[in-house]
């Protein structure tokens, strides 16, 4: 997987596309210090309940998901993001078609 080239404007959006039934990933740069990557879900696609060991940022960019943490629901829409602590189960599920940009920050 290659990541996005330094020095150069991105648009977010157009960086994934999306794919009926599935979720796609492009990573955008990844360091020691943690990875950021774009996702964009087809509607009702969904990451199952997992961990991370680390600290995630998840920002909408595009459309509307359901993020659960801890058994907390949150609805999130574009422009909005919320910080997935590290250890805690959390899942992600498409509403409809969207994109978000995950920062992962390693300790």
């Not at 157009?14 to 087809?42: L, P």
């Not at 600290?55 to 659960?68: C, Q, R, S, T």
């Amino acid at each position: 997987m290659s990541t996005a080239p330094k020095a150069e404007i991105l648009n977010l959006v157009k960086m994934v596309s999306y794919q009926t039934g599935s979720v796609v990933s492009r990573q955008i740069t990844k360091a020691e210090a943690g990875n950021v990557t774009m996702f964009a879900f087809d509607a009702e696609q969904e990451l199952s309940e997992h961990t991370a060991p680390f600290d995630a940022l998840a920002h909408v960019v595009e459309g509307e998901a359901e993020i659960v943490i801890s058994g907390k629901s949150f609805s999130l829409k574009a422009g909005e993001a919320i910080l997935m602590p590290a250890d805690e189960p959390h899942a992600v599920k498409a509403r409809t078609q969207f994109k978000m940009l995950l920062t992962m920050i390693r300790d």
